[in-house]
C-alpha cells in the first residue's frame, strides 16, 4: 500500500493480482488465460465483477481488522496524476514503450498482463494508465425514469485507443459485468470517519435524459378502407437540449407507446467502432418527431443493437448491446424495462458474456405461447446468420437456443400452425433470399430460397404480421424499398409493391444511404429498417432516418 500525500488513504501499489484475489476466492482459478489473458500470479486479476470486487475489500477488512474498500473516481483520478496536470502523469504522452496493443481491435491480442513492469508514477503508484480498467466505488448516470445503476471505470487497458487512458478518461459497466479488460486496486482508510476532500469532478459521463412527454390531440383514425401514403419526413432530428449527436446515425428500433405516438431509438457515432457511440431516443406525437435525446448510454463501452418491445401489460422491453471496448463483435445483450407509469429500470445483463449472439436486430416477436423471442446477429460477419435468444417468463431469465438462422438481421413471424418463419441478410439460397423455418420453437431450422432477390451491405429487412393477418415483408429490389404481402403464412407472396406514391422527392436518407430520389420508378435504394403497426392501422417503417406511413389497403391498391 503506497500513503497518498496529504490524504487520509492510502491506494494498493498495483492492481489485485491473480494470487491475491484467490486467497479470497479460489474458484476463480478455473478464469486465468479466458481469451488468453492474465495466466501467472502476478498478473492483474481479470473477469471481475464489481460486486466480487467490492467483496474481496469485505473479506480483506474482516482478514486485517482495516478498512479497504474500492477508490472512489476522485481519489483515483487525485492519485493517477500524482500532482501532474497533463493528460497522463508521464506528460502529454504515453510512452510507447509501455502500450498493450493500444487500439481498438476486433479479436483481442493476449498481451502480459503482469503488473509493476514498467517505472511507477511519482507517488510510487505502477499501472495507473492501461494493463487492466479499474473499477471505482462511484455509481453513476441516470436513465428515462431512473438509475441505470452503472459503475465508474477508470484507467483504460490494453486492446483500447491510447486516449482512452488518459487521467481524466470515465468509463462506467453494469456492475456484474466481468471482462478481460476489467479489473480494479483497492484503497485503505486510514481515519474512516475524516472528511475527505477531493478535486470537483465535472460529470462528463454521457447522462441519460428523460424524454418528455408530448399530450396528444384528438387524431381522426385513419380507416383501413381507404388507402393512405402519407408524406416521407425525417425522425433523426438534432438534439437540442445537448446530448451527444454524432455523423453516423444508424440501426433504428421503434414501437407504439401505450399511451399514444411512437418511441424509436437508433446509435449515433463518429465510428460503428467507437466507445463515443451513444443511443438516442425520439417521440412521434402523431404529427412530428421531437429532437433527439440521450436515450441509454454506458459510458466508454460501444453501444452496438437496439430493440423494443411493448407488451400487453403496457411494458416495453428496451433490448441492448453493450460492448467491453469500441468494437462491435464482443458484446453483452442487457434489457432494461419500462413500467406502465413510464418508469424505467436499471439496465441488466441477461446475456453477461462479451461474446458473439449477441447483437440485438430490431423487430423481437411475443408468440402465442407468451414466449419473448429475440434475434440476435450471430457473428460481425455478413453470412454468420441469426441467433435466437428466448424468454419464457416475461423477460426475467433468457435462452439462447444455440441455433443459426440463414442471414443475418433476420426477421421473424411466428405462422398459425406454431412454426416459425424467418427471413435474412446474406446467406444467399440459389441466388435468393434465404428463409429459414423451425418446428420446434427455434432450436433447429430448415432453410429454403425465397422468391425474393437477397440483400447486402447498408441493408436491413423487416418481415412483420399485420394486425390484419397478412405477412408483411419490407426489403429492397433493383428499383428500391418495396413492401410485399402474403395471405397463405409465406408460401407465396402475390402483392409487392414499391414504397412511392410517385411523386417526385429527393430525401436523405442519412447513414449509408445517403441521398436519393424517391418517383414513380424508383424506391429509397438501401437503409436499415424497423416497423410497428399503431391501433388506427397504419404501418410505421423507418429505414435509416426516413418515416413512411402508410397501410394494408395502400399496399394492396393497384399500382
Given at each position: 500500500?503506497?500513503?497518498?500525500?496529504?490524504?487520509?488513504?492510502?491506494?494498493?501499489?498495483?492492481?489485485?493480482?491473480?494470487?491475491?484475489?484467490?486467497?479470497?476466492?479460489?474458484?476463480?482459478?478455473?478464469?486465468?488465460?479466458?481469451?488468453?489473458?492474465?495466466?501467472?500470479?502476478?498478473?492483474?486479476?481479470?473477469?471481475?465483477?464489481?460486486?466480487?470486487?467490492?467483496?474481496?475489500?469485505?473479506?480483506?477488512?474482516?482478514?486485517?481488522?482495516?478498512?479497504?474498500?474500492?477508490?472512489?473516481?476522485?481519489?483515483?483520478?487525485?492519485?493517477?496524476?500524482?500532482?501532474?496536470?497533463?493528460?497522463?502523469?508521464?506528460?502529454?504522452?504515453?510512452?510507447?514503450?509501455?502500450?498493450?496493443?493500444?487500439?481498438?481491435?476486433?479479436?483481442?491480442?493476449?498481451?502480459?498482463?503482469?503488473?509493476?513492469?514498467?517505472?511507477?508514477?511519482?507517488?510510487?503508484?505502477?499501472?495507473?494508465?492501461?494493463?487492466?480498467?479499474?473499477?471505482?466505488?462511484?455509481?453513476?448516470?441516470?436513465?428515462?425514469?431512473?438509475?441505470?445503476?452503472?459503475?465508474?471505470?477508470?484507467?483504460?487497458?490494453?486492446?483500447?485507443?491510447?486516449?482512452?487512458?488518459?487521467?481524466?478518461?470515465?468509463?462506467?459497466?453494469?456492475?456484474?459485468?466481468?471482462?478481460?479488460?476489467?479489473?480494479?486496486?483497492?484503497?485503505?482508510?486510514?481515519?474512516?470517519?475524516?472528511?475527505?476532500?477531493?478535486?470537483?469532478?465535472?460529470?462528463?459521463?454521457?447522462?441519460?435524459?428523460?424524454?418528455?412527454?408530448?399530450?396528444?390531440?384528438?387524431?381522426?383514425?385513419?380507416?383501413?378502407?381507404?388507402?393512405?401514403?402519407?408524406?416521407?419526413?425525417?425522425?433523426?432530428?438534432?438534439?437540442?437540449?445537448?446530448?451527444?449527436?454524432?455523423?453516423?446515425?444508424?440501426?433504428?428500433?421503434?414501437?407504439?407507446?401505450?399511451?399514444?405516438?411512437?418511441?424509436?431509438?437508433?446509435?449515433?457515432?463518429?465510428?460503428?467502432a467507437g466507445r463515443e457511440m451513444v443511443v438516442l431516443g425520439s417521440r412521434f406525437d402523431g404529427k412530428e418527431w421531437s429532437p433527439a435525446t440521450l436515450?441509454?448510454?454506458?459510458?466508454?463501452?460501444?453501444?452496438?443493437?437496439?430493440?423494443?418491445?411493448?407488451?400487453?401489460?403496457?411494458?416495453?422491453?428496451?433490448?441492448?448491446?453493450?460492448?467491453?471496448?469500441?468494437?462491435?463483435?464482443?458484446?453483452?445483450?442487457?434489457?432494461?424495462?419500462?413500467?406502465?407509469?413510464?418508469?424505467?429500470?436499471?439496465?441488466?445483463?441477461?446475456?453477461?458474456?462479451?461474446?458473439?449472439?449477441?447483437?440485438?436486430?430490431?423487430?423481437?416477436?411475443?408468440?402465442?405461447?407468451?414466449?419473448?423471442?429475440?434475434?440476435?446477429?450471430?457473428?460481425?460477419?455478413?453470412?454468420?446468420?441469426?441467433?435466437?435468444?428466448?424468454?419464457?417468463?416475461?423477460?426475467?431469465?433468457?435462452?439462447?437456443?444455440?441455433?443459426?438462422?440463414?442471414?443475418?438481421?433476420?426477421?421473424?413471424?411466428?405462422?398459425?400452425?406454431?412454426?416459425?418463419?424467418?427471413?435474412?441478410?446474406?446467406?444467399?439460397?440459389?441466388?435468393?433470399?434465404?428463409?429459414?423455418?423451425?418446428?420446434?420453437?427455434?432450436?433447429?431450422?430448415?432453410?429454403?430460397?425465397?422468391?425474393?432477390?437477397?440483400?447486402?451491405?447498408?441493408?436491413?429487412?423487416?418481415?412483420?404480421?399485420?394486425?390484419?393477418?397478412?405477412?408483411?415483408?419490407?426489403?429492397?429490389?433493383?428499383?428500391?424499398?418495396?413492401?410485399?404481402?402474403?395471405?397463405?403464412?409465406?408460401?407465396?407472396?402475390?402483392?409487392?409493391?414499391?414504397?412511392?406514391?410517385?411523386?417526385?422527392?429527393?430525401?436523405?436518407?442519412?447513414?449509408?444511404?445517403?441521398?436519393?430520389?424517391?418517383?414513380?420508378?424508383?424506391?429509397?435504394?438501401?437503409?436499415?429498417?424497423?416497423?410497428?403497426?399503431?391501433?388506427?392501422?397504419?404501418?410505421?417503417?423507418?429505414?435509416?432516418?426516413?418515416?413512411?406511413?402508410?397501410?394494408?389497403?395502400?399496399?394492396?391498391?393497384?399500382?
Amino acid at each position: 500500500m503506497v500513503d497518498i500525500p496529504g490524504k487520509a488513504f492510502r491506494m494498493s501499489a498495483t492492481e489485485i493480482t491473480n494470487a491475491q484475489y484467490e486467497a479470497f476466492d479460489p474458484s476463480h482459478a478455473a478464469l486465468r488465460g479466458y481469451e488468453g489473458f492474465s495466466s501467472a500470479d502476478d498478473e492483474a486479476v481479470v473477469m471481475v465483477s464489481w460486486e466480487e470486487a467490492s467483496a474481496y475489500c469485505e473479506w480483506l477488512s474482516e482478514r486485517t481488522g482495516r478498512r479497504f474498500r474500492l477508490p472512489t473516481e476522485a481519489e483515483w483520478e487525485y492519485a493517477c496524476r500524482a500532482g501532474t496536470t497533463t493528460p497522463y502523469n508521464t506528460g502529454e504522452s504515453f510512452p510507447k514503450e509501455q502500450w498493450k496493443v493500444q487500439e481498438n481491435t476486433r479479436d483481442k491480442v493476449p498481451v502480459d498482463l503482469t503488473v509493476a513492469r514498467f517505472a511507477p508514477n511519482a507517488w510510487g503508484l505502477y499501472d495507473m494508465h492501461g494493463n487492466v480498467e479499474e473499477w471505482c466505488q462511484d455509481a453513476c448516470s441516470s436513465s428515462p425514469g431512473g438509475p441505470m445503476d452503472l459503475r465508474a471505470v477508470r484507467g483504460g487497458s490494453h486492446n483500447t485507443p491510447v486516449e482512452f487512458l488518459r487521467s481524466d478518461a470515465r468509463s462506467a459497466s453494469i456492475p456484474e459485468d466481468r471482462s478481460v479488460l476489467l479489473g480494479f486496486r483497492i484503497v485503505e482508510d486510514l481515519f474512516p470517519d475524516s472528511n475527505r476532500s477531493f478535486p470537483a469532478q465535472n460529470d462528463r459521463f454521457d447522462k441519460c435524459i428523460e424524454l418528455k412527454t408530448d399530450k396528444n390531440g384528438q387524431k381522426r383514425p385513419i380507416s383501413n378502407s381507404a388507402p393512405v401514403f402519407m408524406e416521407p419526413i425525417p425522425y433523426v432530428l438534432a438534439p437540442v437540449d445537448g446530448s451527444p449527436f454524432y455523423a453516423h446515425n444508424h440501426q433504428p428500433a421503434v414501437t407504439r407507446l401505450p399511451e399514444g405516438g411512437l418511441l424509436a431509438i437508433w446509435f449515433s457515432t463518429n465510428a460503428e467502432a467507437g466507445r463515443e457511440m451513444v443511443v438516442l431516443g425520439s417521440r412521434f406525437d402523431g404529427k412530428e418527431w421531437s429532437p433527439a435525446t440521450l436515450f441509454c448510454k454506458v459510458p466508454g463501452r460501444n453501444m452496438t443493437g437496439s430493440a423494443l418491445l411493448t407488451l400487453e401489460s403496457g411494458e416495453i422491453l428496451h433490448f441492448q448491446g453493450v460492448g467491453d471496448a469500441g468494437e462491435w463483435k464482443d458484446l453483452a445483450l442487457a434489457l432494461r424495462v419500462r413500467s406502465p407509469r413510464g418508469e424505467w429500470s436499471a439496465l441488466r445483463y441477461i446475456e453477461p458474456e462479451h461474446r458473439v449472439r449477441h447483437q440485438v436486430i430490431a423487430g423481437p416477436i411475443v408468440a402465442r405461447d407468451g414466449r419473448i423471442l429475440l434475434c440476435c446477429d450471430a457473428g460481425p460477419g455478413g453470412q454468420a446468420g441469426t441467433s435466437l435468444h428466448v424468454s419464457k417468463d416475461g423477460g426475467s431469465t433468457w435462452e439462447d437456443t444455440g441455433s443459426i438462422l440463414k442471414g443475418i438481421h433476420a426477421g421473424i413471424v411466428e405462422l398459425r400452425d406454431g412454426r416459425l418463419m424467418a427471413f435474412g441478410r446474406g446467406n444467399a439460397i440459389d441466388g435468393h433470399m434465404p428463409c429459414s423455418i423451425s418446428a420446434d420453437g427455434g432450436f433447429t431450422w430448415h432453410y429454403s430460397a425465397t422468391e425474393f432477390p437477397p440483400i447486402g451491405s447498408g441493408q436491413r429487412l423487416v418481415l412483420k404480421r399485420l394486425q390484419e393477418r397478412p405477412l408483411l415483408l419490407c426489403s429492397f429490389g433493383p428499383d428500391g424499398l418495396f413492401a410485399a404481402l402474403s395471405y397463405d403464412e409465406g408460401r407465396s407472396w402475390p402483392v409487392k409493391k414499391l414504397l412511392t406514391d410517385g411523386t417526385p422527392r429527393t430525401l436523405d436518407g442519412g447513414a449509408w444511404t445517403g441521398t436519393f430520389t424517391l418517383d414513380a420508378t424508383h424506391a429509397e435504394p438501401k437503409g436499415y429498417l424497423a416497423c410497428t403497426q399503431t391501433p388506427d392501422g397504419v404501418i410505421h417503417l423507418l429505414s435509416s432516418r426516413v418515416h413512411y406511413r402508410f397501410n394494408l389497403a395502400w399496399i394492396e391498391q393497384a399500382k
